[in-house]
């Protein structure tokens, strides 16, 4: 099993930035990817990015493209979020998933969910 534990959210103004940091325990394997969602009130969960294993391959929702950046330190079992220019619309829970293909951009594709860090981005 994987516990995954997000943190680093907060209220922020319009074109503030935030890094949030996801750190995972427990056992894992070596062909676990890693990637974030947000989901904001009365909204579905959406997929926000994803990064491989090696942290060399990264997808990014066309929403934050160019302002935000996934990154990950295996060393630490950490991976990050950072988070520019935010806007109201990216107001939502945070959350980071774990899960075996690369890419995934559902819920269905991750196995491991943490459960979740707040981000408020006033105007």
């Known amino acids: 099993q994987v516990q995954l534990v997000e943190s680093g959210g907060g209220l922020v103004q319009a074109g503030d930035s935030l890094r949030l940091s996801c750190a995972a325990s427990?056992?894992?394997?070596?062909?676990?990817?890693m990637g974030w969602f947000r989901q904001a009130p009365g909204k579905e969960r959406e997929f926000v990015t994803a990064?491989?294993?090696?942290?060399?391959?990264?997808v990014y929702a066309n929403s934050v493209k160019g302002r935000f950046i996934i990154s990950r330190d295996n060393a630490k079992n950490t991976v990050y979020l950072q988070m520019n220019s935010l806007q109201p619309e990216d107001t939502a829970v945070y959350y980071c998933?774990?899960?075996?293909?690369?890419?995934?951009?559902?819920?269905?594709?991750?196995?491991?969910w943490g459960q979740g860090t707040q981000v408020t981005v006033s105007s």
């Open positions: 998933a774990a899960g075996s293909k690369y890419g995934g951009r559902t819920y269905y594709d991750y196995d491991y």
């Open positions: 427990g056992r894992t394997f070596s062909s676990y990817v």
């Open positions: 990064i491989s294993w090696s942290g060399a391959r990264t």
